[in-house]
C-alpha cells in the first residue's frame, strides 16, 4: 500500500488484510499495556482542516499504541491564517521528517492532492468532503464481522443485505461503505428521500429501496447517516420533524428490525433526527463498538502503510515506552 486514499486502493485483498491485521490489534486493546513498539521511531503527523472528535482521537491512539511519535497540526491555530498554501503547509510538514500523514479536508480530492506533493510520506484519507472516508468503512466491516461472529452467525459479507439510510448525497461514509460492502460481497441497498440521494448512481453497486419499512425488515446491517447540515442538507428536506418522520430510525421502525440486525452509525449522532434516543441506546446499536474497533483498524492501517523493523513480531510484544 502507498497511500490509502479510497477503498478502492484495497480491493477485496487489501479490506480482507487490514481486517485480519486489525484482529491481532483489537487484541492489544484488551492488554493491561495498550502499546507494542511496532512503530517506534515513525513519526505521524494528523492534519484536519475539518472538525472531528472521534476521527482524530482515533488516529493518534492508534499511532501511539504503535509507538510512534504524533504530531496533531490544529488548521485554526496555523500559518494558513497567515496566508500559507496548504502546499507550502504539507511540505513544511513533511520537512520535519514524518513518516505518514492522515489528511482531513471539507474539499473532495485533497488527499489525493496531498499524495502528489509528498514526496516519501505515506497519506491517510481520513474524509474528504463528500468523496470518501475509508478507515470509517473498515471500521464498520470490521465491526459488522465481528457481532455476527460473536451472534454465532457466518461472519462472512456474501449476500448480507446492508441498507444504508439517509443522506448519501453528501456522504463520503457512504460512498465508502458502498464500496468496501460490495467488495466484500454483501448487497447494498440506498433508502433515502430522492433529494438526498446523489444525482446520478450509475456505476453504483447498490439498489435504491422503494419502501423504508419492508427494506428494514429485510436488513442483516442497517448504516444510519447523519443530515450533513455543513454541506447544506438543510436546503434538501422540508423540515427535520418530516424527514424524521419519513426516514428516521425511530422506535416503531426499530421494532420491525429482526433481533440480530445490527445498526451502525459512524457518528456523530444527532439523537431525535436520524436516529431516535432509545434506539441508540438498543444492544444492536453498535456506535460505541465501532469506536473502539476503530482504534484496531487505524492501526492496521498505519501498520500495512509503515510497517515494521521486526515485521509483525512485532505485535506480540509489549512496548517498554
Ligand atoms: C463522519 C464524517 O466526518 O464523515 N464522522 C466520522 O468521521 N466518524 C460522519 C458525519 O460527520 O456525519
Not at 485554526?76 to 505518514?100: N, Y
Not at 429485510?218 to 444510519?224: K, N
Not at 442538507?233 to 426516514?247: C, D, I, K, N
Not at 421494532?255 to 451502525?264: D, H, N, S, W
Request: charged share 25%; glycine share 8%; proline share 5%.
Amino acid at each position: 500500500m502507498t497511500h490509502l486514499l479510497s477503498v478502492a486502493d484495497l480491493g477485496r485483498d487489501g479490506i480482507d488484510e487490514v481486517l485480519r491485521v486489525a484482529d491481532a490489534f483489537a487484541e492489544v486493546a484488551r492488554r493491561p499495556v495498550r502499546k507494542v513498539p511496532t512503530l517506534r521511531g515513525k513519526a505521524i503527523a494528523t492534519l484536519f482542516f475539518e472538525e472531528s472528535t472521534r476521527t482524530r482521537l482515533s488516529f493518534e491512539t492508534a499511532a501511539k499504541r504503535l509507538s510512534a511519535d504524533v504530531l496533531s497540526f490544529a488548521a485554526a491555530s496555523s500559518s494558513l491564517k497567515k496566508g500559507e498554501s496548504l502546499r507550502d503547509t504539507v511540505e513544511t510538514i513533511e520537512a520535519m521528517g514524518i513518516d505518514a500523514l492522515v489528511v482531513r479536508h471539507s474539499a473532495a480530492g485533497v488527499p489525493q492532492q496531498v499524495a502528489r506533493w509528498v514526496r516519501s510520506s505515506k497519506v491517510v484519507n481520513a474524509g474528504d468532503g463528500w468523496h470518501e472516508h475509508p478507515t470509517q468503512a473498515l471500521l464498520d466491516c470490521f465491526t459488522v464481522r465481528q457481532v455476527r461472529a460473536e451472534q454465532g452467525r457466518d461472519p462472512r459479507f456474501e449476500g448480507l443485505q446492508v441498507l444504508v439510510v439517509g443522506d448519501v448525497r453528501h456522504s463520503r461514509v457512504a460512498r465508502s461503505q458502498v464500496l468496501a460492502y460490495s467488495l466484500l460481497g454483501a448487497e447494498v441497498t440506498l433508502a433515502a428521500p430522492a433529494s438526498l440521494l446523489p444525482p446520478s448512481l450509475e456505476g453504483w453497486p447498490v439498489r435504491v429501496a422503494e419502501d423504508l419499512d419492508g427494506a428494514l425488515v429485510e436488513a442483516d446491517v442497517v448504516s444510519l447517516l447523519r443530515l450533513q447540515a455543513e454541506r447544506g442538507s438543510g436546503a434538501f428536506v422540508p423540515s427535520l420533524r418530516e424527514y424524521t418522520a419519513g426516514w428516521g430510525l425511530t422506535s416503531r421502525r426499530a421494532a420491525l428490525l429482526a433481533p440480530t440486525t445490527i445498526v451502525t452509525h459512524p457518528g456523530p449522532m444527532v439523537r431525535g433526527v436520524e436516529i431516535a434516543g432509545d434506539v441508540a441506546d438498543l444492544p444492536q446499536a453498535v456506535v460505541t463498538r465501532q469506536v473502539t474497533n476503530g482504534v484496531a483498524v487505524r492501526m492496521a492501517v498505519l501498520f500495512l502503510l509503515l510497517g515494521a523493523p521486526g515485521g509483525a513480531e512485532g505485535l506480540g510484544k509489549e512496548a517498554d515506552g
